[in-house]
């Protein structure tokens, strides 16, 4: 093993370990007893719906890399492209830089599958566009459609929530057509972009869209067990504050997400339903995705040992 290797590998441990101190200390800011009175606040078919939600999202973001190994052009089956989204997502979403923390994963468990840096490279930049894509378009989707409602959610007037609205689907309208008409990649300074087919470009703003979309129904149902607030209302609270937790970097968007929400639904918003949804959306996955991750590196280990050990046997 040379020294890169064992680098990757000792980032990879870094990782994990930051990951499992991270919910020991994020969990330490509210007291058992609170995290309890919380949960039990709300009713137990809002909580089943609510990690309904949660596998419904997960799901999806297994669709981001079924669609991105299509796109690096080495394609997969979906178990395994499952296994990678959700144990690089699960650690991802908590440990922060989602490019680097979740692509490192997703990384360890390609190239062991064939996929060259550059097809991995690939993967990350398609799955990242798909999180934009699918941010934009939920976000116009919410503004448009809540005109009807409160219009003035985030200060805005009615005509400029519309204009705001419009305005978050041109990229993807942009995209589409960039899918569409260019048939050679894009060149900017150094920065190169080879269009996905319009097929996989219309998946990705219908599977990123989706995704967003299960999130926020999840924040919805907890919430519905403190406040009579509206989806369209948590959705359009719930794209401002995972835009401003993608700007900051902070790990999971901890205390990045609940003082936006709270901030753009006062009174509506309660923090025991935020309590509730960092923990059924972030932890939970988590504490399922470390050893997932664990065993699938001890397995590999073995398959990559037992050859050798058989020769020598012989």
């Not at 999806?60 to 299509?70: E, I, K, N, P, S």
């Amino acid at each position: 093993m040379n020294i890169r290797q064992r680098i990757f590998q000792l980032l990879i441990v870094a990782a994990v370990t930051f990951a499992a101190v991270l919910v020991y200390r994020s969990l330490g800011r509210y007291t058992w007893d609170e995290i309890e009175e919380s949960l039990l606040a709300i009713s137990g078919w809002r909580l089943v719906s609510a990690f309904g939600f949660v596998i419904a999202s997960y799901v999806c973001l297994t669709g981001f890399d079924w669609l991105a190994v299509r796109y690096a052009g080495r394609p997969l089956s979906y178990r395994r492209v499952a296994l990678a989204s959700f144990t690089s997502l699960s650690i991802g979403h908590n440990v922060g830089l989602a490019a680097l923390s979740s692509g490192a994963v997703r990384y360890r468990f390609y190239s062991r599958w064939g996929l060259t840096a550059e097809q991995v490279a690939k993967v990350i930049i398609f799955c990242g566009f798909t999180v934009g894509l699918g941010l934009a378009t939920l976000a116009g989707i919410s503004l448009i459609a809540s005109q009807g409602g409160r219009g003035d959610l985030l200060g805005l007037s009615g005509p400029m929530s519309l204009i705001l609205g419009f305005a978050c689907l041109l990229p993807a309208a942009v995209y589409l057509t960039l899918c569409w008409r260019v048939r050679r990649y894009v060149a900017l300074y150094n920065w190169r972009f080879d269009p996905p087919s319009l097929r996989l470009a219309v998946g990705q703003i219908v599977i990123g869209t989706l995704n967003f979309s299960c999130v926020a129904g999840c924040i919805h149902q907890l919430m519905q067990g403190f406040s009579n607030v509206t989806y369209l209302d948590v959705a359009t609270a719930y794209v401002t504050a995972n835009l401003a937790a993608l700007i900051s970097h902070v790990p999971g968007g901890l205390g990045v997400l609940e003082a936006t929400i709270l901030g753009v639904l006062p009174g509506a918003a309660s923090i025991g339903a935020l309590v509730a949804f960092r923990v059924i959306y972030f932890f939970i996955p988590l504490l399922i995705g470390i050893p997932t991750f664990l065993v699938s590196e001890a397995y590999f280990r073995r398959q990559r040992s037992f050859p050798v050990s058989r020769h020598a046997a012989s």
